[in-house]
T-cell receptor, first 114, second 115 residues
């Protein structure tokens, strides 16, 4: 089983709908991240969390919200999806105690907003 | 502000050719980490290498090698004797020594290796 699991893997929705992407990890890492990938733009950070009480905005947080329900769970919500939020979304974790800076990624969630 | 530039959007080579993917970074920090990730057509992100700013020694891993030069702020990646399975998007990334551990990614280089 994957150490970082994202659900759903693929989702098609309509403009205005609320969408939640979920991420769970078994790595025991405190730090979790949500990135968005768009063609030609690489990966951009949406939100990150150091623990359940510490949530931080990344460079493109507008239109998104997150919830850290537990150390192992970090969800990304789109309250009212719009077409330019069509992208591939990645959850990631890291461990400050060991591999400095290395992110461990989930398999990605492809979201299409019509 | 930190920035990673991968000027090559797409590269196409014939199998067995050598290919170098360029990465140029900007940071004010003297201590930082650089990474390369591979994204094959299946979409997952595969960690390839991490290098800290104090270690300029080049690294070789099989057909892969990395050339880190602080003087030119570059961290280039060379694949020797490329294979079709090397076809992927490759991302270079930078992590500064703040508490967030967040990575700043380049826009990626798509490598197509033709048989």
């Amino acid at each position: 089983d994957a150490d970082v699991t994202q659900t759903p893997r693929n989702r098609i929705t309509k403009t205005g709908k609320r969408i939640m992407l979920e991420c769970s990890q078994t790595k025991g890492h405190d730090r979790m991240y949500w990135y968005r990938q768009d063609p030609g733009l690489g990966l951009r950070l949406i939100y990150y969390s150091f623990d359940v009480k510490d949530i931080n905005k990344g460079e493109i947080s507008d239109g998104y919200s997150v919830s850290r329900q537990a150390q192992a769970k970090f969800s990304l919500s789109l309250e009212s999806a719009i077409p330019n939020q069509t992208a591939l979304y990645f959850c990631a974790t890291s461990d400050p105690g060991t591999e400095r800076g290395e992110l461990f990624f989930g398999e990605g969630s492809r979201l299409t907003v019509l | 502000a930190q920035k990673v530039t991968q000027a090559q959007t797409e590269i196409s080579v014939v199998e067995k050719e050598d290919v170098t993917l360029d990465c140029v970074y900007e940071t004010r920090d003297t201590t930082y980490y650089l990474f390369w990730y591979k994204q094959p057509p299946s979409g997952e992100l595969v960690f390839l290498i991490r290098r800290n700013s104090f270690d300029e020694q080049n690294e070789i891993s099989g057909r892969y090698s990395w050339n880190f030069q602080k003087s030119t702020s570059s961290f280039n990646f060379t694949i020797t004797a490329s294979q079709v399975v090397d076809s992927a998007v490759y991302f270079c990334a930078l992590s500064e020594m703040d508490s967030s551990y967040k990575l700043i990614f380049g826009s990626g280089t798509r490598l197509l290796v033709r048989p």
